[in-house]
């Protein structure tokens, strides 16, 4: 089913799934795992499963597997991410290519972070680029990214939310939006979005916290706040972990609640492969 689709269709909340390509994973047993996970997650009926992309394609034949295993066994709609920054126009026509053999019909195109080792390739500058070249060159529904604090390089959320209007008005039919801790910024990058006449269906992304340490580095590494008081009471307990992951759970159903009743019309959870607290939120809150 295409994007457009999924998110007109009456059911609310749209309920979606990210997950990522196990790493160092010689014998399988972590993709085994990984579909293991996702079938607890079947009972509350998700109408999609993204999986992300390494940066510069690294695990792009583990990607492509796990797509077709959801769409072949799960019977869910996959959408594949996909980066172009270091990637030439030759590779990216081949992989749609073959994401089109296999009838996929959704895809994230997303330009992906700057190479530290500084194997770019300048082909595609931004994910504005990419959108435009996949609408030119297939039939694929595409999603964006949104960043409702800015995103990490931009000099001003002003500027990051014009470039946003020019990605989505080269044909995105959704925004996903990267995680936040702080609900209010969610609800004003939607109303900024309205305003500027970006009228694609904004999901959000929402990460169930399950630890201090892990949290503080990728807060830091996405330039995302973390409310005070959430900050202190995480740090005053980062050494109980059966309390870190009960908050995290209890924090993001609070927050899904509100997203709802507000108006998101679906919610894209960041799994980390992981079922429980994906499905513990989900228990809470339908
Ligand atoms: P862009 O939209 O190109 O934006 C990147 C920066 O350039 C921004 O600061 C923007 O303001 C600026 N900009 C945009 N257009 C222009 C322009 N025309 N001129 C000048 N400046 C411009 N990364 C992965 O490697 N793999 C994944 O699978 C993956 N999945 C993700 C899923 C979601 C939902 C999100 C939110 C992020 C994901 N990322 C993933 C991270 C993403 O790749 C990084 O955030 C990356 O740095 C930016 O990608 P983008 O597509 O948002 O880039």
């Given at each position: 089913m295409k994007l457009k689709d999924i998110y007109n269709q009456d059911k609310t909340p749209v309920i979606s799934y990210e997950v990522f390509p196990p790493k160092d994973d010689t014998d399988g047993e972590k993709l085994e795992n990984l579909f293991e996970?996702?079938?607890k997650l079947l009972v509350f009926k998700p109408s999609l499963i993204s999986v992300t992309y390494g940066a510069g394609g690294?695990?792009?034949?583990?990607?492509?597997?796990?797509?077709?295993?959801?769409?072949?066994?799960?019977?869910?709609?996959?959408m594949p991410h996909f980066t172009c920054v270091s990637t030439s126009t030759k590779n990216i026509r081949e992989y749609l290519k073959t994401l089109e053999s296999f009838d996929i019909e959704n895809i994230l195109a997303l330009r992906g972070d700057m190479p530290q080792d500084g194997n770019v390739c300048h082909d595609f500058k931004h994910?504005?680029?990419?959108?435009?070249?996949?609408?030119?060159?297939?039939?694929?529904?595409?999603?964006?990214?949104?960043?409702?604090?800015?995103?990490?390089?931009?000099?001003?959320?002003?500027?990051?939310?014009?470039?946003?209007?020019?990605?989505?008005?080269?044909g995105a039919d959704v925004i996903y939006t990267q995680?936040?801790?702080n609900t209010e910024h969610y609800f004003s990058f939607v109303e900024k979005c309205l305003k500027l006449g970006i009228n694609q269906t904004v999901i959000p992304g929402v990460l169930p916290v399950s630890s201090y340490n892990q949290i503080l580095k990728m807060?830091?590494?996405?330039?995302?706040?973390?409310?005070?008081?959430m900050r202190e009471i995480l740090e005053k307990h980062q050494d109980d972990k059966d309390y870190t992951k009960k908050y995290g759970i209890e924090y993001a159903s609070i927050q899904c609640q509100k997203l709802l009743q507000n108006g998101a019309k679906g919610l894209h959870f960041y799994t980390l492969n992981k079922a429980h607290a994906v499905s513990e939120i989900l228990q809470n809150i339908l």
């Open positions: 996970e996702l079938n690294s695990n792009r034949n583990e990607s492509v597997e796990i797509i077709k295993r959801i769409k072949e066994e799960l019977k869910i709609t996959p994910a504005d680029e990419l959108v435009q070249y996949i609408k030119d060159n297939t039939n694929l529904s595409v999603a964006i990214a949104g960043y409702p604090e800015g995103h990490k390089e931009c000099e001003s959320f002003e500027k990051d939310m014009l470039y946003l209007k020019q990605k989505a008005d080269k995680m936040f801790f807060a830091d590494m996405c330039k995302v706040e973390i409310p005070s008081k």
